[in-house]
Structures are given as structure tokens and as C-alpha cells.
């Protein structure tokens, strides 16, 4: 039996080092059908489309409108996270107003709390990250950090007469039950700063944590703690909104990677071989 030799992937693709696979029931489906066509394209042929077309490991690749799609909903759902922290925390700057907005907010606070959950869930979902197990362990952490958050606000806020948010802000050991989802936040910004070179997402990979840190030790006093939250916010800002300016490519990642991860195990071994023969031939 002939053994082809793997060609490993270099550690920076599109500038990011999680390159291994992974799909959401969307990409799964969609890589699936594109398949056969893909083998063409890498061993050389270009994808017989007007779409533009980008060199990858694996052989040239172009984008779809379902990834655009999945791009936009993942970029979404990160904007759903900052705007729904952004509202919620304008109530700790402007507690002391008679403002009837405060009123509201400070009366929503739970509601924020979920919606910007949910959009955080959204993101992790469909997040590129081609090392499996570091997705499913952001995943994993969100979804423990949402179960914890019921389990919170059912066992000890409800109880209290307290909404959840209140809670965790007079309880600092609350923030047990909340914090492994604010850890799966801060594995995403971290992942968005390492792989774009975004110096307001590496800034939060570790304002998240040394603010919940300070609340929860209560070796951090008020006034520091509103300062970290205010830079929190306008970075969260900042991150989010950048995130519309990137090129759709760069939340794709290097789709020739996935595709080829998607073929059987003979037919990777034989596309790998006829591109040791192309590189073996171009260098001769």
C-alpha cells in the first residue's frame, strides 16, 4: 500500500494558528456538496466562478453566499453581546440620576443579560476555530456559564427578590455561577486578537478577567472597578464595530483546509499526492 505523505499545514493560515476543522450543520452541508469540485481546484484548476479567488494550503477556494451569511450572523451576534453589555453597564456610570432611561435599564438588566447571552452563543457557534477541541471547550464554557446563570437567579436571586445582574453585583461570589460564560468571551476575544493582531480585543483578553477577579476577591474598590468597566465597554465597542470593516475572508479563514478535512481518507491521500507531483514537477 502506497503511504502518502500528509502535508501539514502551516502554523499561521490567514494569520491564525487554530487551523484544524470544524463545522456548524450549515458549513457541514454546504462542504459537503462542494466537495468533488474542490479537488480540482487544488490541485490547480480555479473554481469556474467571478467570484474572487484566494490561494489557500490545499488549492484555491472562493467565497459562497452561505458563507457570507454565516459570517454576518457570527459578526452579529458579537454586536447583540456589546450593544446588550454597552446598555447594561450605563446604568453603573449613571446610577445616580433621575433619568427615566436609567429606570429602564436598571428595570431590564436580566433581559440584557440573556440577549447578550444569547448573541455571545450565536458567535461561539459559528466561530472559525480549525482546532476542534478549543471550540467545543469555548462552547462548553458558555454553556455552563448559562446553566450557572439559571441556577443563580432561581436559587438565589429569585429567593432574594433580586434579578440576576443585581445579584452578582452585591454578591461577589456569585460570580461563580456567571463567570465560565464570561471565560468563553474572553477565549473569543482572545482568539480575534491572536489571529488579526487587534490590540482592542488583546486588551480585554485581560480586562474581562482581572475585573471579574477583583469583584470576586474583593481586593478591587469601587472606583477601579467602574474605571476597568468603562474600558471595558468602549473597548467592546470598538471590537465589535471593527469587526465590520474586516473582509468576510478573514472569518472564513482558509476554506481550502476545511474542504480538504472533509474528503474521505482516499481521497485526501490521492489529492495529496497529485500535489507533491505538481509541486515536484514545477520545481524540476
Not at 480585554?204 to 477583583?214: A, N, S
Not at 465597554?233 to 474542504?259: H, M, Y
Request: proline content about 4%.
Amino acid at each position: 500500500m502506497t503511504t502518502a505523505t500528509l502535508i501539514v499545514p502551516p502554523l499561521c493560515v490567514e494569520n491564525c494558528l487554530f487551523q484544524k476543522p470544524n463545522f456548524t450543520p450549515i458549513s457541514r452541508r454546504k462542504y459537503r456538496t462542494s466537495c468533488r469540485s474542490v479537488k480540482c481546484q487544488a490541485v490547480g484548476q480555479s473554481p469556474e466562478s467571478n467570484a474572487a479567488v484566494y490561494q489557500g494550503v490545499y488549492g484555491p477556494w472562493s467565497i459562497e453566499k452561505s458563507d457570507v451569511k454565516e459570517v454576518i450572523l457570527y459578526r452579529s451576534g458579537l454586536v447583540t453581546a456589546a450593544a446588550s453589555f454597552v446598555i447594561s453597564s450605563s446604568a453603573a456610570f449613571l446610577r445616580n440620576s433621575d433619568s427615566g432611561v436609567i429606570d429602564l435599564i436598571g428595570g431590564n438588566l436580566d433581559l440584557l443579560y440573556g440577549l447578550g447571552g444569547f448573541g455571545l452563543g450565536l458567535s461561539l457557534y459559528l466561530i472559525h476555530i480549525y482546532v476542534t477541541e478549543i471550540k467545543r471547550a469555548l462552547q462548553a464554557l458558555w454553556a455552563i456559564g448559562a446553566v450557572g446563570s439559571f441556577a443563580a437567579y432561581a436559587a438565589l436571586a429569585h429567593p432574594a427578590g433580586k434579578g440576576l445582574v443585581e445579584y452578582v453585583v452585591e454578591n461577589p461570589t456569585a460570580v461563580w455561577f456567571v463567570g465560565p460564560l464570561f471565560a468563553a468571551l474572553t477565549g473569543l476575544v482572545f482568539k480575534e486578537g491572536l489571529c488579526y493582531g487587534k490590540l482592542e480585543a488583546a486588551v480585554l483578553t485581560f480586562i474581562i478577567p482581572t475585573l471579574l477577579l477583583g469583584h470576586l476577591t474583593g481586593l478591587m474598590d469601587e472606583g477601579t472597578k467602574l474605571s476597568l468597566l468603562g474600558v471595558w465597554t468602549a473597548l467592546f465597542v470598538v471590537f465589535a464595530g471593527r469587526k465590520f470593516t474586516q473582509p468576510i475572508k478573514d472569518d472564513i479563514g482558509d476554506k481550502s483546509v476545511f474542504i480538504f478535512n472533509a474528503l474521505p481518507q482516499q481521497e485526501k491521500e490521492a489529492l495529496i499526492r497529485k500535489i507533491e507531483q505538481q509541486t515536484s514537477q514545477n520545481l524540476d
